[in-house]
C-alpha cells in the first residue's frame, strides 16, 4: 500500500465494503427482530418489515407497502396501524397454552381469561377482542364505572365473565348486582374492607345477590417496576386478617353462598417466574380455607402480570422475562392441582387477566422523520492569517489522521491528541470572550475540534483498547432525528416510567446503518425524545440509522406499544391522537381495512381544553380587520391568513407532509 494513501480513505474503503456485505439478518440481529419479533414480523428481501400475523408459513404484509396505499386513502403519518389477526392470535395462543398444560397436568377444570378494559379501552379493539374470544367465552375486566358500562354493552356471551374490580361506590354495587339479572356473569371483587357493607346494604335493598370475590393481599414479594403491586403495603386487597373478617360478615348477612372467586395480582409485567409460583401457593392455600370456612368458591382469578419479552433477551429484566407463555400456562396449572388434591379440594376455574400479553403485539405506530441535526464536523478550508489557536487545532488533526495509519495505535498517544483538542477549543473560548478572535474564527475552532473526534470515532470500529472517554465520542457525535410525532401522547410509558419498546426502521434494512442517532419529538419539552434502545442484552442510548436520502420519506416503527400507551397519553403542546387502522388480511392474499379512525384535529384538541374554534377564528378575523384599517395588512393577505387559520383547524395536530416528497 502507498505510504501517502489519506488514512480516512483507508477506512472509508472498509466501511464501504462494510456496507456491501451488509444482510438483512444482519439488519434482524442489530434490531433484536429475531428475538422479540416472535413470529410476526420479519424482514423480506426488499428489506422492509413484513407483517405475518399467524407465522412464518401462513400470509404476510409488506409493511412499507402498506403504508404506502394507506397514505394514498389520505391517512398521513403518524399512524398507528392495528393488526386485528395478531390479537386474534394471541387470544388464540393464550388457551391454546392453558389447554395444553391442562391436558398435560390432567387438571379437573378448564381454563377462562377475561381483558383488562384499562388495557385498551378503544371500541374497535374491545369488540374485536370480544368477537375474537368466542369460542373460548372470553370475557371483560372492569376497574371503573365506566369501563363497567362499556364490559356490560359488550359481552354477549351468558357464560363470559365480567370482573369487578376497582373502586366501588352504590352505583357501581348495584349496577352488578342488576346485571346478574340480565343475564351477565359479573363477579364483584372485594377489595377495600369498607365495599363489604356497600355490597350487604345494596344486597338488602335490592333483594338480589352478586356473585362475590376477594382479593387478597399477598405477602409474598415481588421485583421489577410494580413490586409495589404485592405486599402489606399494596394499593389493593384484603390481608388475611381482613379477609376472614369478610367471611364472617357475608356469612352473618347469608352471603357467603355468594362468595365464588378469590382473586390476586403480583404486578404488571412478571419478569421472574419464580415470583409467580411463590403467589400460587400462596394464594392457592387461600383458596383451600375459604373453601373450608363454607364458600362454595369455584373461581381463581391469577390476575395479570403475564410479561412481554421487549428486549428478546429472556431474562428477568424489567424489559423482559425469563419465561414462556406456555412456561406461564404450566405453572399455573401445576402449582393450582398441587395445593387443591393434597387438600383434597375441587380443582377451581382458572381465571387470567393478561391485558399487555394480548395487545401489546398487534399495533405498530409509524412515523416519518422531518429532518436531522449534527454538531459540524467537516473541515474548514485554510484562511490566510489564521490565528495560531487555528492552527493548533489543525495540527491536532492532522497528528490524528497521521496515527489512523498505524493498525495498532497507542491508545494514550489518542487520548493526548484529543486533550490537546479540547484545549485549543477552550483557548479559542476563551480568547472570543476577550474579543481577540472572531465568530467566524470561534465556529471554525469549534469544527475542527468536532473534526478531530469524528476521526477518532471513524478508527473505533477497528482499533482496539480505546479510553472510555474516546468510545463515548461517538455519543457526542450523534445525530438528532426530528420524529413527528409526540411522545407524551403516543408513547407516554417511555417518558414516564421508561419503559423499553423495540424502535427501528421498517425499511432499508438490506442497507447497512451508518449513523448513530435518537429521535426528538414535536413538543417543545426537553423529555420529548426517544433515546433508550435495545441493545446485544444492555439498554443504549443510541440506535444504528441511515442517512436521510433527499425527497424519500425515512420511515420508523415503534413495536409492542398496544398496550396502554393508546389510552395513556396527554395533549402536551396540543398534539391529539394519530390516524389509526384496523387491518385484516383477506382470502385473496390482500387485505381489508375493518375499520379507520381519523385523529384528533386541532379543533377537537382546542374544544378539548374548552376553547371555542369558532370564537377564536372571530377575534382574529376582527384583528384583521383593524390591521387592514391601519394599512399594516393587505386584504389579500389578510383573507389568506384567514383561509390557512379555517383549514388548518381541519387538519391533524401533526406535521403535513409537503406535496411531492
Known sequence: MNAETDPSEIIQNERYQAKRNWTIADSSMLYGLDKWGEHYFAINQKGNINIQPTGSKGQSLDLVDLVKELKSRNLQLPLLI??????EDRIKQLHLAFAKAISTYKYEGHYQGVFPVKCNQQRHVVEEIINCGKPWKFGLE??????????????????????????????YIETAILSRQLGRQAILVIEQVDEIERIILASKELGAAPLIGIRAKLSTRSSGRWANSIGDNAK???????????????????????LRLLHFHVGSQINDIAILKDALQEAGQIYVELKKAGAPMGYLDVGGGLG?????????????????????????????????????IKMPILISESGRAIASHFSVLIFDILGTSSVPSYVPKIQDHESLIIRNLREALSFINQVAKDKNPDHSILQEAWNDAIKFKDDALNAFRLGYISLHERAMAEQITWACA???????????????????????????????????????????????????????????????GHFADLTCDSDGKLAKFIGNSQVKSLLELHQLKPNENYLIGMFLAGAYQEVMGNLHNLFGSTNAVHVRLANNGGYKLNHVVRGNTKSDVLEAMEHDPEQLLERLRINSEVAIQRGSLKIKDAQRLMDHLETTLRQSTYLQEEKGL
Not at 359481552?155 to 376497582?166: D, F, Q, R, V
Not at 429472556?314 to 393434597?342: G, R
Not at 407524551?488 to 442497507?511: G, V, Y
Open 308 to 344: 412481554v419479552d421487549y428486549d428478546g433477551s429472556k431474562t428477568a429484566t424489567q424489559a423482559s422475562t425469563n419465561y414462556s407463555l406456555q412456561n406461564y400456562a404450566n405453572d399455573v396449572v401445576a402449582t393450582v392441582k398441587d395445593c387443591c388434591q393434597s387438600n383434597n
Open 454 to 516: 469524528k476521526a477518532l470515532t471513524d478508527m473505533l470500529p477497528y482499533k482496539n483498547s480505546l479510553t472510555e472517554e474516546l468510545t463515548n465520542l461517538k455519543s457526542a457525535l450523534s445525530v438528532t432525528y426530528y420524529a413527528n410525532l409526540s411522545v407524551f401522547r403516543s408513547a407516554p410509558d417511555t417518558w414516564a416510567i421508561e419503559q423499553l419498546f423495540p424502535i427501528m426502521p421498517i425499511h432499508r434494512l438490506n442497507e447497512k446503518p451508518d449513523q448513530l
Open 142 to 171: 372492569a376497574g371503573s364505572k365506566t369501563e363497567l358500562l362499556i364490559a356490560l354493552a359488550l359481552i354477549e356471551s351468558p357464560k363470559a365473565l365480567l370482573i369487578c374490580n376497582g373502586y366501588k361506590d352504590k352505583c
Open 236 to 258: 389493593f386487597g384484603l390481608c388475611v386478617p381482613d379477609i376472614l373478617k369478610a367471611v364472617e360478615k357475608l356469612n352473618d348477612a347469608n352471603l357467603l353462598t355468594d
Open 82 to 87: 392495528r393488526f386485528d389477526d395478531i390479537l
